[in-house]
């Protein structure tokens, strides 16, 4: 089993096919988006396929370390991932054919007028060992 990443973006991907913000959907749209995720991750919960998912709130800041005492908040210059991820699920499938099929059932989840968005996922596979270094 290999496990992904699937990440959903606000922006930074190529625009969806029912490309309208979640801020315009009616309350309605918007539990009917919740809830075909939620039974998304159910149905792959039975199959042992779902290790974990969370949408993301959007507030966020950026931090680092700059010396002893002192980890400064910053704000950019850099994209933050507030403005671009919506969201992720973890899964542990057999194959990189239904990590890529499952960000296709994952991508018709509804949006606006009940449609499903089409929107597109990133697909990450997580690291299974350190990269090798050659000389």
Request: aromatic content about 8%; charged content about 25%.
């Amino acid at each position: 089993m290999a496990k992904y990443l699937l990440l959903k973006h606000y922006r930074g991907a190529p625009a969806p096919v029912n490309n309208v913000p979640m801020d315009r959907w009616t309350p309605e749209e918007i539990s009917a988006h919740v809830q075909y995720m939620n039974d998304f991750a159910a149905r792959l919960e039975k199959t042992g396929e779902f290790v974990d998912g969370q949408a993301l709130a959007p507030e966020g800041m950026w931090v680092r370390y700059d010396g002893e005492g002192r980890p400064p908040v910053t704000d950019g210059p850099f994209a933050e991932t507030k403005d671009l991820i919506a969201g992720w699920m973890i899964i542990d499938v057999d194959s990189h054919e239904r990590a890529v099929q499952l960000a296709g059932e994952l991508s018709a989840a509804p949006g606006a007028g009940g449609k499903p968005i089409h929107e597109w996922l990133e697909v990450r596979p997580f690291l299974a060992c350190p990269p090798t270094i050659t000389e």
